[in-house]
């Protein structure tokens, strides 16, 4: 997309909801914005809201089929943009009318008011190893080649996939993760940027940094927190709000 993308206030952005079985709370949270108990007229999904889904393989599809309609129903009404992640990826026919950046686009420059906001997932620039990982996991090819696989196998590829998941800890904290986004971002070091904020890494935290604000974003897996752009005398900050299922 060439033009400039624009945070309104009041967007609500939210990371790593990992929905799934064990973590099932996204889906409420997709029908209070659809009813309207939460408002926003932006809504911006910072990656890995489901713990596997891609776009070639249609088993994901249709074990994520009601997250997915509902996107699809409240896209219609509101602006929804979405920033792939590592474990939701290929997915732009998926969200006909939703904007989805891919990780080849990210990250993303957005503007609210006079401010710079770079926005995206959170897995660039990344060692080269997974930078590898990544451009094979989301290959064509590979992504037929293991949907075959699991068809064949019964559901096994998805079973252990999925099994993983519920063993990971979404609430874990990186030791020295400053001095890690600190090397991770250098890049940005003489950019004129007032914020960065990612998702991927589950550490609900926020520093200066290079001369701008670096903000991570929880997991909404792990706390149900999301986050509502506001401003006070032009000044952008962002509410942090954790959701109560009715």
Request: overall charge positive; charged content about 25%.
């Amino acid at each position: 997309m060439s033009h400039n993308l624009i945070l309104q206030e009041g967007a609500i952005l939210i990371a790593d909801a990992h929905y799934s079985d064990k973590y099932p709370q996204f889906y409420a949270f997709l029908q209070d914005i659809d009813s309207n108990k939460i408002k926003t007229s932006q809504l911006i999904l910072m990656g890995d809201m489901f713990e596997l889904l891609f776009g070639e393989i249609k088993r994901t599809q249709k074990d994520n089929e009601k997250a997915i309609a509902l996107i699809n129903k409240i896209s219609k009404k509101i602006e929804v943009i979405y920033f792939e992640g590592n474990h939701d990826f290929r997915i732009k026919n998926i969200f006909p009318e939703v904007l989805v950046f891919p990780l080849q686009t990210q990250p993303k420059l957005a503007y609210f008011g006079d401010k710079k906001v770079m926005l995206s997932h959170g897995d660039t620039k990344v060692s080269l190893g997974y930078q590898i990982y990544t451009k094979m996991i989301r290959n064509s090819f590979i992504l037929k080649l293991i949907g075959l696989l699991n068809l064949t196998c019964l559901n096994c590829v998805f079973k252990w996939l999925k099994r993983r998941g519920e063993e990971k800890d979404s609430c874990y904290k990186i030791t020295s993760f400053k001095e890690i986004i600190k090397g991770r971002l250098a890049h940005f070091r003489d950019e004129p940027l007032d914020i960065v904020i990612e998702g991927h890494f589950h550490q609900d935290i926020s520093f200066k940094l290079y001369g701008f604000e670096y903000i991570n974003l929880a997991s909404f897996a792990c706390n149900q927190k999301y986050f509502i752009v506001q401003s006070i005398k032009e000044q952008f900050f962002l509410q942090e709000t954790r959701f109560k299922e009715s």
